[in-house]
T-cell receptor, first 114, second 114 residues
Framework: GESVGLHLPTLSVQEGDNSIINCAYS??????FIWYKQESGKGPQFIID?????DKRQGQRVTVLLNKTVKHLSLQIAATQPGDSAVYFC?????????????FGAGTQVVVTP | NAGVMQNPRHLVRRRGQEARLRCSPM?????VYWYRQLPEEGLKFMVY????????ESGMPKERFSAEFPKEGPSILRIQQVVRGDSAAYFC????????????FGPGTRLTVL
C-alpha cells in the first residue's frame, strides 16, 4: 500500500561527521515533504521542508534532497553535533488527500558519539 | 511568541474515565491538527479542525473519541471511557493556513490509562 517509510531504524554517527537519513515514499502524487526532529519527551520540531517542484533545499547545516524518479527523500546534517541526537521523521502531504493530513514515517534514531 | 501549547502535559486516568486534552494554537493560526503517537512509532493523523468546523476526521476512532475547536478557547480532544490501548502521546499542531503549510507541534500530552 501507499506509505512513507525509512530505510534505517538507527544511525550512529561520530561527532563532526555528516549524517544522512533516508526516506522512501510510494505515492507519486505527494507534493510536499517535511523533516521533523523529535527529542525524547518533546514534540516534533520542524527542520526543513521541500516541495515537489524542487530537488534540493538547504538550511543551516541541513540539506534535503528529493528524487522523484525513485521516490526518495534524504536529510543531510553537516558536522553532526551531540545536540543532533534525536529521532528524525519524514512526513508527506498528499495532494490526493485532504490538505493538512501529514503522513509520517516510522522514524530514524540518530545517536551521536564523541 | 508562544508556540503551540498543550495541557496537561501528563494525564493519568483509570479505565472507564474520560480524558480531556487541550490545545492552544500559535497566535494567528486558525488550523489545528491532532496526532497520536504510540511508543517507538511515528505520528498518526487523527483529525483536522478549523474554528467551529471539523475538516477531516478520517483518523479518529469511530467511538469514544471526539474533537472540537470552538470559536473561543482551545481545541479539545475528548476520549470517553478510556481503555489501556488509549495510552499514548497526543500531539497537537497548528498552521496559519491549510494547503501544505508547515505544521508546528506542541509538546504533547502523555496519557496513561491504568
Amino acid at each position: 500500500g501507499e506509505s512513507v517509510g525509512l530505510h534505517l531504524p538507527t544511525l550512529s554517527v561520530q561527532e563532526g561527521d555528516n549524517s544522512i537519513i533516508n526516506c522512501a515514499y510510494s505515492n507519486s502524487a505527494s507534493d510536499y515533504f517535511i523533516w521533523y526532529k523529535q527529542e525524547s519527551g518533546k514534540g516534533p520540531q520542524f527542520i526543513i521542508d521541500i516541495r515537489s517542484n524542487m530537488d534540493k533545499r538547504q538550511g543551516q547545516r541541513v540539506t534535503v534532497l528529493l528524487n522523484k524518479t525513485v521516490k526518495h527523500l534524504s536529510l543531510q546534517i553537516a558536522a553532526t553535533q551531540p545536540g543532533d541526537s534525536a529521532v528524525y521523521f519524514c512526513a508527506e502531504n498528499r495532494a490526493t488527500d485532504s490538505w493538512g493530513k501529514l503522513q509520517f514515517g516510522a522514524g530514524t534514531q540518530v545517536v551521536v558519539t564523541p | 511568541n508562544a508556540g503551540v501549547m498543550q495541557n496537561p502535559r501528563h494525564l493519568v486516568r483509570r479505565r472507564g474515565q474520560e480524558a480531556r486534552l487541550r490545545c492552544s494554537p500559535m497566535k494567528g493560526h486558525s488550523h489545528v491538527y491532532w496526532y497520536r503517537q504510540l511508543p517507538e512509532e511515528g505520528l498518526k493523523f487523527m483529525v483536522y479542525l478549523q474554528k467551529e468546523n471539523i475538516i477531516d476526521e478520517s483518523g479518529m476512532p469511530k467511538e469514544r473519541f471526539s474533537a472540537e475547536f470552538p470559536k473561543e478557547g482551545p481545541s479539545i480532544l475528548r476520549i470517553q471511557q478510556v481503555v489501556r490501548g488509549d495510552s499514548a502521546a497526543y500531539f497537537c499542531a497548528s498552521s496559519p493556513l491549510a494547503s501544505a503549510d508547515t505544521q508546528y507541534f506542541g509538546p504533547g500530552t502523555r496519557l496513561t490509562v491504568l
